[in-house]
């Protein structure tokens, strides 16, 4: 098995603020991994430093190549694609267009085409990730008219539709229902398992435990545990951490919120 992400000693300081402070995270050849903590734990500024939307100290290499002096938009290209907390799409694109720009390369030419009005042609990645997330219904659509749960799950298609060596997903369940979330758990699981190699963020707990192979957990921006969902939920630092106290309902399977989730990697 190959390493597709290796983080290593990576620190974010912001002024005084230690945001991450020497982490390390590996992410092997079709893993999903997950990637949790408390709210300000430096989750989401881990994923800025390794994609390249913040400074930060320490290396960070993509299939064995250090990208650490690399434009974001230059990791991108090289496999390393991300969503956000917030899904902005184009306003004046179909779904099914939408993920054909993240897709596509084009030739100056094609460029130049666009521009002068030619609409976006389909894509055979951007079909594959329609399909695969179950989003066919709504390809001809408009971003106004989907509902905040159809524009995250447009906003990881599009990511998806970029065929990346290392999706990083932001939360991407958030904003979904009980019903979405356990959908999107459940194809994430699949995708994974076809081979794209995935660092998933997100706070139900229930969904992060029942569908990765691996998970990593950050408190203050420091690692406090990693490794199979099992052994992590019992950890008695990520219980406190979650809960402030020895609770019975993290080694159930419970999310900090209450609700009560799968335990260990579901079945598909």
Not at 92 to 107: C, F, G, W
Not at 126 to 135: K, P, S
Not at 138 to 156: F, N, S, W
Not at 242 to 248: E, F, P, Q, T, V
Request: net charge negative; proline share 4%; with cysteine.
């Amino acid at each position: 098995m190959s390493t597709v992400l290796q983080a290593v000693g990576l620190s974010v300081r912001f002024g005084g603020v230690h945001a991450v402070e020497d982490v390390d995270v590996t992410v092997e050849e079709g893993q999903l991994v997950g990637l949790i903590g408390p709210n300000g734990a430096g989750k989401t500024t881990f994923v800025d430093a390794i994609t390249g939307f913040v400074r930060y100290t320490g290396r960070v290499e993509l299939d064995g190549r250090d990208v650490t002096g690399m434009a974001p938009h230059a990791r991108a290209r090289r496999g390393l694609a991300r969503t956000w907390q917030s899904t902005e799409l184009f306003d004046d694109l179909t779904v099914q267009e939408n993920l054909t720009v993240a897709a596509e390369r084009p030739s100056f030419l094609a460029l130049a085409a666009e521009l002068v009005g030619r609409r976006v042609g389909e894509s055979a990645a951007a079909a594959d990730a329609l399909e695969v997330l179950g989003l066919g219904s709504i390809a001809d659509a408009v971003p106004e008219e989907l509902t905040q749960g159809q524009r995250k799950l447009v906003g990881v298609a599009r990511a998806i539709a970029m065929r990346p060596r290392l999706l990083c997903l932001d939360e991407p369940a958030a904003g979904l229902d009980t019903n979405e979330s356990e959908n999107l758990g459940q194809r994430l699981r699949r995708i994974a398992d076809a081979g794209t190699t995935t660092l998933l963020i997100d706070h139900d707990m229930g969904l992060v435990m029942s569908i990765c192979d691996r998970i990593v957990v950050l408190e203050f921006g420091e690692v406090i545990a990693a490794g199979p969902p099992d052994e992590v939920r019992r950890n008695p630092r990520v219980v406190a951490a979650y809960l402030g106290k020895s609770d019975a309902g993290v080694e159930a399977g419970r999310s900090p919120s209450g609700e009560r989730g799968p335990v260990g990697r579901g079945t598909t």
